[in-house]
């Protein structure tokens, strides 16, 4: 069992026990170079063993769990086990001092006191043991001493001041929340997921003051601790108002995706059926505003929502002409990410992982492999779904938002020629080995990449 010292009695006094069992890959640890994990616990419970070579997690870790935030290839698994917390004896009430006042029923935040008349003892109060939480508000307004409590919490409360989590030191870690015997005394607020006590239920206990391990939570000015908890709990109503209109947009988006897809796929079907080679377009807005009423139930103008237009991602294909195909295997030796596969004499095919570079068009000399992309695009107040051949490889200019990018590094572990790497917090791009197959673009979680003037 864990033993932290009490501040104020300098006596050790037990907390609940936490075992972590965990598991960290180190063929993935190994990639890692500036091992964010070490400088992210806040007791140095995991370190990295120089004998070894290995990153390691100490006995004393409580589970917090930021260790395995902060690792950026998902290398460590924590599970935490952790025993109920440790109690006070439910307080014992000296019925022979109790005067049935009431003031220990008017104090419980539970309603777990109520006074009681049996007529072989006098009227006294009496506690509901499998509702009480042990705060100890009933032993603190007992004006006859009549209530007995408190063997493993202090039990003064000093200055009548209350307590207070610092969210500016508070490292997220829940271990307030675990070990709060008073139900409704500590909340996590919506927005940055910190928690905050409410001094109304807050019952001075200390525990959580004492099992802080960033020493986040302290005692201030009751005046102070209700204002703060003012401001954050009117901050979570208005952020739960954002979230709920949010939803709601975000509802409408994806509506307005779908209709985009189900006009793309239509108005392919009528591209298949004609004879081109270089560019085909087709206005569509008409049949998009119809689309849009019908998925919406309002009446929207194609000019409203251009940006949305620009968003939308070019749907690449690719086919292999079998009767022009003689399985040279030319563009079998440029294909990036070897998705061509040769099974010759029959013609080639090609496989799920094709990126669409175009490599494989500029090589064939036999016109067998056809490439082409669809896509939106808006003209002034008018909307058009057009279709463009590929003929060589994909040229373009490559963009980044750095305002955007968080520096997943994602793209880098994605892109077939190693263009892109991760530096110092950033994504740097190399001209040199790139071929524009788009991939970054497509998979990028933020929308930070795009490929420009695209030709």
């Known amino acids: 069992m864990s033993v932290m010292i ?43 063993d120089e ?58 935040k539970k309603g777990s006191i109520h006074v009681v008349s049996d007529g072989k003892q006098p009227p006294h109060s009496e506690i509901d043991k499998d509702t009480c939480v042990r705060c100890g508000y009933c032993f603190r307004v007992c004006p006859t001493d009549a209530i007995k409590y408190g063997k493993l919490l202090p039990k003064t409360v000093k200055g ?91 509802l409408d988006l994806i509506s307005l995706n779908t209709v985009l897809q189900k006009v793309g796929k239509s108005i392919a079907l009528e591209f298949n059926d004609q004879s081109f080679e270089n560019f085909i377009e087709y206005k569509v807005n008409e049949l998009m505003e119809n689309e849009l009423n ?33 399985a040279c295997g030319e563009c079998y030796n440029v294909c990036p990410v070897d998705a061509i596969e040769l099974n010759g004499p029959n013609p080639i095919t090609i496989a799920d992982n094709c990126i669409y570079c175009g490599k494989c068009v500029e090589e064939c000399k036999f016109d067998a492999i056809g490439a082409y992309d669809d896509y939106f695009y808006s ?11 590929l003929h060589g490889q994909r040229l373009g200019d490559f963009t980044l938002s750095n305002h955007k990018c968080q520096a997943c590094a994602i793209c880098v572990k994605n892109c077939p020629t190693g263009a892109l790497t991760l530096g110092d917090d950033i994504i740097e791009f190399d001209s040199e080995k790139c071929i524009y197959c788009r991939n970054c673009e497509a998979i990028c979680p933020l929308d930070a990449i795009r490929i420009v003037n695209f030709r």
């Open 6 to 48: 009490d501040n104020y009695t300098k006596t050790p006094r037990p907390l609940r026990h936490v075992d972590v069992d965990y598991l960290i890959d180190q063929t993935k640890c190994a990639k890692c170079e500036d091992k964010p994990c070490l400088s992210s616990c806040p007791i140095d419970a995991i370190y990295f």
């Open 294 to 326: 019908i998925s919406l139930n309002s009446n929207i103008e194609v000019g409203e929502f251009t940006r949305l237009i620009g968003s939308y991602l070019m749907d690449r294909n690719i086919e292999v002409y079998d009767k022009k195909c003689i």
């Open 379 to 389: 003209k002034d107040a008018d909307l058009y779904y057009a279709r463009s051949y």
């Open 51 to 108: 004998d070894e070579g290995l990153v390691k997690i100490k006995s004393t870790c409580f589970g917090c769990v930021l260790c395995r935030n902060a690792c950026p290839y998902d290398a460590i698994s924590l599970d935490v086990h952790m025993d109920s917390p440790i109690k006070e004896n439910i307080p014992n009430i000296n019925v022979k001092l109790c005067k049935a006042c009431g003031a220990c029923v008017q104090a419980c």
């Open 160 to 250: 009548g001041k209350a307590i207070v989590v610092n969210q500016n030191n508070c490292i997220g870690c829940m271990t307030c929340t675990r070990v709060c015997p008073s139900t409704g005394a500590i909340n996590v607020a919506r927005t940055n997921k910190l928690p905050y006590i409410n001094p109304g239920y807050c019952a001075r206990c200390e525990e959580c003051m004492h099992s802080c391990p960033s020493g986040a939570i302290k005692y201030s000015s009751r005046k102070k601790a209700y204002k703060m908890y003012s401001e954050i709990k009117s901050f979570d109503i208005v952020s739960g108002i954002v979230d709920h209109d949010t939803k709601m947009l975000s």
